[in-house]
């Protein structure tokens, strides 16, 4: 879609420019004037194309993203959709033989991971999502990592490499049976996480947040130790 109005953008400015040219080569001066008055009766087809091509970029920073909470949960993850097509995404999270995403949707499983759906033909080879590590803490979100084949997360996983085997008929959403290896961390620690997340304010813990949190802790450690070990080697 991004394509066909570019080029239609393109094919519009050049019947402009030809016109011009073939008017001031072979027409009289009353000739010319005609086309001059007629050529400002395309500038606003060219602005309105102009105006939707703003409207479909999905425009990401850091203020992007907030607290995981105010997003809408679906079972253990959540979702929001930066164009505001929030329907749309929930429709497509809640289809149960799957479904494309539209365009701005963002879907969550920790504070410092998410992926976001870009333009439509950004980069067919992720499906158009692109994947990001942030930095969270109570000012804020920062953009540690972006990108959307070679984003690496804390656990040393290629956010691309773990979502690929979820590209059909799951649009790259990984949940149980949609082929994704297992993640090391079970959904007791993600939701501590989720409950935890410092941009939210105060945490809203439940029984045994404290707990799967520092068993997270002594992972992310020993996981950070071999890949150390490993690289001295």
Known sequence: MYHKVVNKV???????????????????QTEATATAEATPESV??????????????????????SCIRDMTPVRHFYVDNLLGDVEGT???????????????????LVPTEVMVKRESGTFPATGDWEFFELEVNEQGSKIAKRGFVDVVNRF?????????PAREKWDFICESGHGCDPIPIDHKMTGALQRSDPRCGEAEPEDGDWMALFKLKSMVTIGLTKK????KL
């Open 10 to 28: 393109i094919y519009t400015a050049m019947l402009v420019c030809f016109s011009s040219l073939s008017v001031h080569a072979e027409t009289t």
């Open 90 to 108: 929930l429709a497509a999270a809640n289809a149960p033989d799957g479904a494309i995403y539209p365009e701005g949707s963002v879907v969550q």
């Open 156 to 164: 040393d996983g290629n956010c691309f490499s773990c979502h690929a």
């Open 228 to 231: 150390w070990i490993e690289d």
């Open 44 to 65: 606003p087809e060219v602005v309105e194309i102009k105006d939707a091509l703003a409207t479909t970029v999905v425009n990401i920073d850091e203020k992007s993203f």
